[in-house]
């Protein structure tokens, strides 16, 4: 019989279509819970309220955080969930255990300033260096998932329009604007810069290495962070959905709708853009504290 950790993976790929990263999160929590009850002696059909209570407690001893716990729970409800309905295990005590209360943990942004700069650090002299300003404009502009972007071939693409088929997580289908700026670097790195790299290895993908290989998610996080080291940022500010939260960010103080900035986003749920109208509200108050009349020392 197929393990049960092996057979939920293989689940969450051929069912769920979950991504390589996510699959890779789950087996790395579930298989730490796995390990926990091996050195207690205790079969997974074992598992109560009780034992699973000393498994978050020995979470909470060895230091993880309530967002990582709060993730480990939730992989292994969902784990548990999918062991009662594909296998007949009894853990209606999931829905006893709560989740830990996480604090605002509010995504860092770029000042509009540092993407300015962020932006103009390429040398658009040189093929590579038209290649990363494109898809740092890209980026910017339309608040892709870093994965998403690498991930781009001609069929997503509408030049005429404007716009971007994308496929996001759970293969879900959203368009996009691309925005004047980033539509011209775009045209321009399609027809004079993209053919000086191509290879058998190309196919139809957008943006390509040195190689003629489609560009990979790692190597271009590791340019995005040579050139905000170049341009003197703070490289504590740069994570892999900076310009995401930058591009929701900035539409947000522009005064655009946030069903609007979710759509473009492809957020399932309203409640994940949320989180913006707190970084907008969070400058509001800097704002009042520095600039209102009454509220100076």
Do not use: C
């Amino acid at each position: 019989m197929v393990e049960p950790l092996e057979e939920f993976l293989a689940y969450l790929l051929s069912i769920k279509n979950y991504s390589p990263n996510t699959l890779k999160a789950y087996a790395s929590d579930l298989i730490d819970f796995l390990n926990f009850l091996k050195e207690l002696n205790i079969d997974l059909k074992e598992v109560n309220y009780n034992i699973f209570q000393a498994y978050l407690a020995n979470l909470r001893e060895r230091e993880f955080s309530p967002f990582s716990i709060a993730r480990r729970l939730s992989s292994l409800r969902n784990f548990f969930l999918y062991l009662s309905e594909e296998r007949g295990y009894s853990f209606s005590f999931i829905h006893q255990i709560e989740s830990p209360k996480l604090p605002l943990r509010l995504p860092k942004v770029l000042s509009l300033e540092e993407i300015e700069v962020l932006l103009k650090a390429p040398d658009i002299n040189h093929p590579l260096g038209f290649r990363d300003r494109t898809m740092l404009e890209l980026l910017y502009a339309t608040g892709l998932r870093v994965s998403e972007l690498v991930s781009l071939r001609f069929e997503n693409l509408n030049l005429n329009l404007g716009l971007l088929r994308v496929l996001g997580k759970g293969e879900k289908e959203r368009i996009v604007p691309i925005g004047e700026i980033a539509l011209e670097f775009l045209e321009t790195y399609l027809e004079k810069v993209r053919p000086l790299f191509i290879s058998k290895k190309s196919k139809d993908y957008l943006f390509l290495n040195r190689r003629g290989a489609p560009m990979s998610r790692q190597r271009f996080w590791q340019i995005i962070k040579e050139y905000a080291l170049r341009a003197g940022i703070d490289t504590s500010k740069i994570s892999p959905h900076v310009l995401r939260h930058s591009f929701a960010t900035h539409l947000l103080e522009g005064g655009a709708d946030l069903r609007a900035i979710q759509l473009m986003l492809g957020h399932s749920s309203l409640l994940t853009t949320q989180i913006y109208t707190h970084l907008d509200f969070k400058k509001l108050m800097e704002s009042y504290e520095r600039l209102h009349p009454r509220n100076s020392s």
